[in-house]
């Protein structure tokens, strides 16, 4: 037998943005809802309740802050240290947006041209590997901005950002933990 996940995030944008390109799941069942938890140590506590408390499986998806490989894994070895502690890999992933969530809005070539209005230069295509909150904020996109960006986002564009290497991810997270669970 399967369950509906509960997938828990940082941040009110970070809930917007997986809601919309994550609706396929959300309308399917496998994910049960989309929990912003109001920070990232919040959002650790709120996965670990998640599998204490409610004995539900949980993919928790946090920003890494990071593009740093070393501390990427340390990040991750933390996180996945702690949801050990109160329930079995079965039940729980980890996904780390590398190095933020936001950035997958800028993954895809044509999309981010769309949201930005031009093309991406070179420059900005490594920015937006490195830091892709400065990216944005250059253009004028501000954390309040981002929702207006997620709620234009056309049925096209969700198709072509749930390709990326971070939604794909995700979205492989929770048809794993959607997977009967062997007794």
Do not use: N
């Not at 740093?68 to 996945?80: F, H």
């Not at 501000?142 to 290497?165: C, E, F, H, S, W």
């Amino acid at each position: 037998m399967s369950q509906a996940c509960t997938v828990v995030v940082e941040g009110i944008t970070d809930r917007l943005l997986l809601e919309r390109l994550l609706e396929e799941e959300l309308a399917s069942g496998l994910i049960r809802r989309i929990v912003e938890a109001g920070g990232r140590s919040a959002a650790e506590s709120l996965g670990r309740t998640v599998l204490a408390v409610r004995r539900q499986p949980v993919v928790v998806v946090m920003d890494a802050d990071s593009t740093d490989q070393e501390a990427i894994a340390a990040r991750r070895s933390y996180l996945e240290s702690a949801l050990a502690m109160v329930g079995p890999p079965p039940l729980w992933r980890v996904v780390l947006a590398v190095p933020v969530l936001e950035a997958c809005l800028l993954d895809h070539p044509d999309v981010a041209a769309d949201l930005l209005g031009h093309a991406l230069s070179p420059s900005e295509l490594e920015l937006a590997e490195e830091a892709p909150t400065l990216l944005l904020s250059r253009a004028g996109v501000r954390k309040p901005a981002i929702r207006d960006l997620v709620a234009r986002l056309d049925d096209g564009q969700v198709r072509a950002l749930r390709g990326t290497r971070l939604i794909a991810e995700v979205v492989a997270a929770v048809r794993d933990l959607a997977q009967p669970l062997v007794a």
